[in-house]
Structures are given as C-alpha cells and as structure tokens.
C-alpha cells in the first residue's frame, strides 16, 4: 500500500510570491492534515480537512490555506512569502474521521514533507 | 505557558541502555497521549498511543502516562542505534494534535 505522498520535496521561493504544496493521502484515507515543522516552533498544526470540508485550523494567518478535493488529495497555499515561512511541511492521512469539534485519535501517517525555503 | 513541553536533548547513550523519554503538559483534561518517531528526512511516525493513565508496552518500548503529575514518559529497552531518531510526545488538545519540539536521541555501538 502506497504511503502519503507530497509533492514537491524541495523548494526555493523569494519574498512577497506563492506557493501551493500538494498531498495524496493512503487510499482510502479521507482525512488529511497539515502541519509546519520548524526548529524553534516544532510542529503546529495548520488544518485538518475530511470529506472536502475543512475541519479544524490552527493558529496560523490567513496567508496558509487549503482544500481538499474529491479523491480525497489536498493542497496547500501560502501566499505572499515570508522569511519565516521557510520550514518543513508535512501532510499526514488518517481513516478516522474527526471527532466532534476535530481531530481523532492521533493515529496519523506522516509524508515525508515538502521542504520549503524562503529567500 | 506551552501545552506540551519537551526537553530537546541531544541525548546520546551507548547501545544496550536503557533510554527515559519525557514531556510535561499543562492541562489535566488531555485524555490521549502518543509518541512519534521521526528519522532524519522523513515524516513523523506513530510509535505508541496511551488512554488516559497507566503504562502501555510493546516490545522494547513502554509509554507511561501520570496524570496526577501530568508527566509522560517513553522507555526504550535494550536500546539500538536504529533507535537514533528524534521523539516526539503529542496529545490532542481542542481536537488539535499538539507535539512537543521533540527529544534527538543518538544510540552509540
């Protein structure tokens, strides 16, 4: 069985552009979550979307947002890029939907992350 | 004051040891706790997942929840140098997956 898969593993950005990180869950996954990883933060949570809604969010500004599409992949966009921007991104699936008011029983499975750079 | 805490280490040890992993956390409500393992370059994966209090064991590793002093804490038997990866302890808090910064482990041969 194939695991998360994210897409791209590398990236290089300037300040001020856009960039749109992609996700394909664990078949038959319909959860997908996405988090930020740096070192002085760790990970934060950023959203959680099931069944094409967005479920949860995190404390992060409006510039990070997402979807969800129907086969249950789902992108990521931050706009407008800052210096601080420049982290590990991962998307993590799960087959349990979320309980009421988000999140489940933490049993993720993690991508390997897209990696991005701001410049 | 952060939800989850976790010493950051490094903690290196020689192979054979007996590894403590810890994290503190700030609210007597959180009810599920986990710890992850993630190598270098890849995603975080889950190792363990304890309900509520008590101890939890599988294999060479044992997760140990306190409540009364809201104190987890992740052993490692017997430990390898395929254990050198960095730990994670999580919980969920408002339906969010909240993760300590993690603690980098290196097991010496």
């Known amino acids: 069985k194939a695991g998360v898969t994210q897409t791209p593993r590398y990236l290089i950005k300037t300040r001020g552009q856009q960039v749109t990180l992609s996700c394909s869950p664990i078949s038959g996954h319909r959860s997908v979550s996405w988090y930020q990883q740096t070192p002085g933060q760790g990970l934060q949570f950023l959203f959680e979307y099931f069944s094409e809604t967005q479920r949860n969010k995190g404390n992060f500004p409006g510039r990070f947002s997402g979807r969800q599409f129907s086969n249950s992949r789902s992108e990521m966009n931050v706009s407008t890029l800052e210096l601080g921007d420049s982290a590990l991104y991962l998307c993590?699936?799960?087959?349990?939907?979320?309980?009421?008011?988000?999140f489940g029983t933490g049993e993720l499975f993690f991508g390997e992350g897209s990696r991005l750079t701001v410049l | 004051q952060k939800e989850v805490e976790q010493d950051p280490g490094p903690l290196s040890v020689p192979e054979g040891a007996i590894v403590s992993l810890n994290c503190t956390y700030s609210?007597?409500?959180?009810?599920?706790f986990m710890w992850y393992r993630q190598y270098s370059r890849k995603g975080p994966e889950l190792l363990m997942y304890t309900y509520s209090s008590g101890n939890k064991e599988d294999g060479r590793f044992t997760a140990q929840v306190d409540k009364s002093s809201k104190y987890i804490s992740l052993f490692i038997r017997d430990s390898q140098p395929s254990d050198s990866a960095t730990y994670l302890c999580?919980?969920?808090?408002?339906?969010?997956?909240?993760f300590g910064k993690g603690t980098k482990l290196s097991v010496k041969p």
């Open positions: 993590a699936s799960s087959n349990r939907p979320p309980l009421a008011g988000g």
């Open positions: 999580a919980t969920i808090s408002q339906g969010n997956l909240i």
């Open positions: 609210n007597s409500a959180f009810q599920y």
